[in-house]
């Protein structure tokens, strides 16, 4: 499949060094002086502001997809509203706007530094925590965001992404098309619309001194909390992976939700993962082999 054309106002070279540059200036603009160290290199670039407690996160394979900052916005103000309800979130920084800005083609934020104590936080802990925040979540102006925004903007990913072969790109439509009808029925089938997480996946919770913390809300879109179950669940169903962690984030996130909607929106999260993931694979080639994984789980 060929590419389409990159977004018109993405960075021409997505690269650490650049990021490192643009933050390290914007923050002098701010009134800080500081020296941005590395601490995750993933869809996002996590850097900290050292010696101050504050996080940077400058978005880099995405930059090659989306356009503007409503995504990194929503974030911020979506993860406000969450931790002015006490529940276990990133918080935007307080000591400098929070932002989102716009520098040479990226999209920086600043936030809050998290005390991290371990790898990974207590799963059930992280279950519901998770519940928690969809709770609060039922009271947020759901008007502010897309109604399944990630299954649309997988749409537009898939038709920009590289690197599928002919019976994959066959596959993938045919999956499409299921995807499709499972979206229909999920209005009958829940009364749960309301702003969810979006990527509410194991790597997205904290082990933090106060407790799990859920990041990455930029994914978050109106739809029903059986997705974020569905994104939670999906190393489990697919490859057995992380099970008993898995398992005991949803045994405590509780049984208010539908199991059956929640397995059939599996398999619109696999599509999602795959289309992303032939993406992120233009930065990082070795996952081509995790994307064809699960390109095997299809039905």
Request: proline share 6%; charged share 30%; net charge negative.
């Amino acid at each position: 499949m060929s590419s389409a054309p990159p977004r018109p106002d993405a960075p021409a070279t997505v690269t650490v060094e650049r990021a490192v540059e643009e933050t390290r200036a914007l923050a002098a603009e701010l009134g800080v002086e500081a020296e941005p160290a590395v601490v995750a290199d993933k869809s996002n670039l996590v850097l900290r502001l050292a010696p101050h407690p504050i996080v940077a996160r400058v978005a880099m394979a995405t930059s090659l997809v989306r356009v503007g900052m409503a995504w990194l916005r929503r974030e911020v103000e979506i993860s406000r509203f969450l931790a002015e309800r006490g529940c276990g979130v990133t918080r935007p920084s307080t000591r400098l706007p929070a932002g989102p800005f716009e520098r040479g083609g990226l999209v920086i934020s600043f936030w809050d530094e998290e005390e991290i104590v371990a790898d990974r936080p207590d799963p059930r802990a992280a279950g519901a925590a998770l519940r928690e925040a969809q709770r609060a979540l039922a009271r947020y102006d759901a008007t502010a965001l897309p109604v399944w925004g990630s299954v649309d903007e997988a749409r537009q990913v898939f038709a920009r992404a590289r690197f599928f072969t002919g019976p994959e790109l066959r596959r993938m439509k045919r999956a499409w098309e299921e995807v499709d009808g499972i979206v229909a029925s999920a209005p009958s089938r829940t009364a749960s619309f309301q702003a969810v997480h979006g990527d509410a996946h194991i790597g997205n919770v904290l082990a933090t001194a106060r407790g799990p913390v859920w990041t990455d809300w930029e994914d978050a879109f109106v739809g029903p909390v059986e997705w974020d179950i569905a994104s939670l669940r999906s190393k489990a169903e697919l490859f057995g992976e992380e099970r008993s962690d898995i398992e005991a984030m949803t045994a405590a996130y509780g049984a208010d939700y539908d199991v059956d909607l929640a397995r059939d929106l599996g398999l619109v999260r696999n599509v999602q993962v795959i289309s992303w993931l032939a993406i992120f694979a233009e930065r990082q080639p070795d996952l081509l082999a995790r994307m064809r994984m699960r390109l095997d789980r299809l039905r």
